[in-house]
């Protein structure tokens, strides 16, 4: 009698007419912040991302800015000399100047005092128009050409050029935006603390200050200064290299040109990376951090649902096949969080995603360790 034989085939990755595609995504804030928020949280659907999460490990680090997360996906935030973040987001708002002298950012704050505490607001947090950004920098120029040169980029970025270089180590704006800064102020008698003192007098008596306030409107009463250096001071080599770069983000654009990666703005969906952004493209998906900065639940949680669609669900029916590899990136309120995922893990059914509250609360619980 013929014995019937029975086998178990496992499915084979689809062949590749190209080569695998390892996947860099930097998603600043992906997880919104208070896990308890079931407005933001709650009955939210993400079966593509918390597929992704369940299939990947996670590497839980201290907290970094955006900025300084996005510096070190090119190896720039472990050196000696800090990177020269300032100058670099010049470079992306497609200013040479920015490859010659010593440049910060000098991005229009408005600081408040509310019980006992010095707040700072950037100038994403209120309106600031060009006409009003330009008055106050050619008085700026005016009043303190011996410091250096003020420029704006737009009306919410500008930068100063010094004269003489010096050494200020500051936080990102990322990190400072609508939080307390009494520990992220300037301390001891630099040249540059002492004229910043000088600048704010002089902002609380410019004429656009003074009909700003009297229209009910945040006085630019001080510049948030940061991310200094030169680009000829270090030869920036970076220890990732990018085969393109997915964004509109400044600070990355400058980057990209900088290391003469190709650059393409934000794509619409998935497939239009795969197609066009060589074998190792990175994504600066930037859009969830204004929202948590400004505690903008509802724009949050839209822009999730957004990247659930385009890009996250998308990823889930493609590893294995034109990706092989993703890493992704999350500076949060958490830790910086990456996540990695490889082709094999797709095949390990058993695993289980959770709801985004659920891993909200997990990382919260993990962070007080």
Known sequence: MRKTLWYTLRPSPPQQDTAPVRLTLLVPELIWPEPADQFTLGKLSAPGFEWLLAHATCD???RHPFESALADCFGLGFGLIPAPLGALRLLGEGNDDARSGHWLCADPV???FHQERIILADAGAFELDDNEALAIIESLNAEFA???QFHAASAKR????LNAAVNHAAAPISAVAGRRVDSELPKGDSTLTRWLNEVQMFLHGHPVNERRQAEGKPAVNSMWLWGGGEMGETSLSPTTKFSSIWTDNPLATGLARRFDIPLHAPAENLSAVLSAGGDSPLLVLDQLLQCVLY????????????LEADCFMPLKKTLGGKVDRIDLIAPTIYGQLHYTLTAGERWKFWKKGQPVTAIAQQLADQAKK
């Open 295 to 306: 505690e903008n639940g509802e724009g949050w949680r839209q822009a999730f649902e957004k």
């Open 146 to 148: 011996d410091i250096g």
């Open 110 to 112: 408005h600081l408040r």
């Open 60 to 62: 839980q680090k201290p």
């Open 158 to 161: 500008w930068y100063l050029r």
